[in-house]
């Protein structure tokens, strides 16, 4: 039987082999706040370190997977050195998904935007639901992806569809983002948990070793220059709380309006 266990931010669930972890924040649309990825991060230690464990699902809520980092929290951070110490631990836990040594499966319905959609790519797979919608609006806001969009997101669907999506906004739809490469399957719905659990149990059931070294060695490949590549990204999103368009682009959001970027 499935054992639920309740952590207020992220729930966790065991079933067999397969650790399923639920975002649990769905007013604010699953944003991954502090707490929220501290409880993340100590879910997926515990999924880590049990021998018993093979495969993890991260899942989200129907009408979001993850909206993005938590805005608010990020609003007012004075500068570059403010918002380096304020973040860096925080963005450190998306990389700390993107290492994880079992194999990882995020289910995505609804909104995987920002650092929701980074979150989503920092896992091996991705299962989307019909109602999936993956995009990097952070220019929107004043900033760039901090948590690794420009590397994975260019590596996961090519230069020109991750130039217009990180330029731009752009989202895409489940089927775009299966044609894209983004995701290996999309489904109804309502499949949506039985298809990625089924898929995690499947991965559970063959030889954990061959598991553990294919993942390594196809991570070799997708991950080549990663980390020079997230630390460059790093530095410049960083660099963008030097700026008053952030403030604004940011402050906008948190006041429902449109923001209005000066260039400075
Ligand atoms: N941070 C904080 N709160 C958020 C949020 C976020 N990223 N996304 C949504 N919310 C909150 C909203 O503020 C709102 O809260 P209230 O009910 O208290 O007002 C609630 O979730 C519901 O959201 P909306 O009312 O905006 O719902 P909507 O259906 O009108 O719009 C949406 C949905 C298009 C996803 C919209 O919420 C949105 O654009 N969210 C922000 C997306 C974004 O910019 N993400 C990038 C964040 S920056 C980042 O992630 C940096 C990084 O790389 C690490």
């Not at 650790?19 to 929220?36: D, E, F, G």
């Not at 990825?37 to 093979?54: H, I």
């Not at 090519?158 to 217009?164: E, F, N």
């Not at 948190?254 to 970027?261: C, D, I, M, N, V």
């Amino acid at each position: 039987m499935p054992a639920a266990e309740s952590a207020a931010e992220v729930l966790v669930e065991r079933d067999g082999a397969v650790a399923v972890l639920t975002l649990n924040r769905p007013k604010a649309l699953n944003a991954l706040s502090v707490p929220v990825m501290k409880a993340l991060a100590a879910a997926l230690e515990s999924a880590e370190t049990d021998e018993a464990v093979r495969a993890i699902v991260l899942a989200g809520s129907p009408r979001a997977f993850a909206a993005g980092a938590d805005i608010g929290e990020m609003k007012d951070l004075a500068g570059s050195g403010e918002a380096e110490a304020a973040l860096s631990e925080h963005l450190a836990r998306w990389d700390k998904v993107g290492r994880c040594p079992k194999p990882t499966i995020a289910a995505v319905s609804g909104f995987a935007l920002g650092g929701g959609c980074e979150l989503a790519l920092a896992c091996d797979l991705i299962v989307a639901s019909e109602t999936a919608v993956f995009g990097q609006p952070e220019v929107q806001i004043g900033v760039i992806p901090g948590a690794g969009g420009t590397q994975r997101l260019t590596k996961a669907v090519g230069k020109a569809l991750a130039m217009d999506m990180v330029l731009t906004g752009r989202r895409l739809t489940a089927r775009e983002a299966l044609a894209a490469g983004l995701v290996s399957r999309v489904v109804a719905p309502e499949a949506l948990l039985d298809e990625a659990k089924g898929l995690a149990r499947r991965i559970a059931e063959l030889a954990p070793l061959a598991v553990r070294a294919a993942k390594a060695a196809a991570a070799a490949a997708a991950d080549r220059q990663l980390d020079a590549g997230l630390a460059r990204e790093r530095g410049l999103f960083y660099r963008l709380f030097d700026t008053a368009d952030q403030k604004e682009g940011m402050r906008a959001f948190a006041e429902k309006r449109p923001p209005l970027f000066k260039g400075k």
